[in-house]
Nanobody
Framework: QVQLVESGGGLVQAGGSLRLSCAAS????????MGWFRQAPGKEREFVAA????????AYVDSVKGRFTISRDNAKNTVYLQMNSLKPEDTAVYYC???????????????????WGQGTQVTVSS
C-alpha cells in the first residue's frame, strides 16, 4: 500500500522559513508526479506546487512563486517544499499528494491525485 507522510510543519513568524518533507513508500508512486496542496479554514483545498518524476518540470500557484521551491530525491522517495518569506496567508494544513497515472503533462487539480498524506500544520504569525 502507498503511504505518504508529511513532516516539517510548525509555527513560524512572518518572513521566516520552513521546509516540508514528504516520505513516500511504495513503488507505485516512485516515478510519478508529486504535488503539494494546502487548505485553510473555510477554504477549499488548493494547489501549491508540483514536480515531475525527473524533477525537470515544476509548477507553482502564483501566490507562492519566488518564495516556495519544490524538489524531490527519488533515491530517498522524498519530496520537499522549501518555503521562504512566509506570510500569514500561507497558514494552512499542507498535504503531500501523488498522481498514480503516468502523464505527459502535470496536473494541478486535486482530482488528478490518487494518494494523500495526512497533512502537516503550518502557522505563520505576524
Amino acid at each position: 500500500q502507498v503511504q505518504l507522510v508529511e513532516s516539517g510543519g510548525g509555527l513560524v513568524q512572518a518572513g521566516g522559513s520552513l521546509r516540508l518533507s514528504c516520505a513516500a513508500s511504495g513503488r507505485t508512486v516512485s516515478s510519478n508526479t508529486m504535488g503539494w496542496f494546502r487548505q485553510a479554514p473555510g477554504k477549499e483545498r488548493e494547489f501549491v506546487a508540483a514536480i515531475s518524476w525527473s524533477g525537470g518540470r515544476t509548477a507553482y500557484v502564483d501566490s507562492v512563486k519566488g518564495r516556495f521551491t519544490i524538489s524531490r530525491d527519488n533515491a530517498k522517495n522524498t519530496v520537499y517544499l522549501q518555503m521562504n518569506s512566509l506570510k500569514p496567508e500561507d497558514t494552512a494544513v499542507y498535504y503531500c499528494a501523488a498522481d498514480a497515472t503516468q502523464r505527459m503533462r502535470m496536473q494541478i487539480g486535486s482530482r488528478f491525485y490518487d494518494y494523500w498524506g495526512q497533512g502537516t500544520q503550518v502557522t505563520v504569525s505576524s
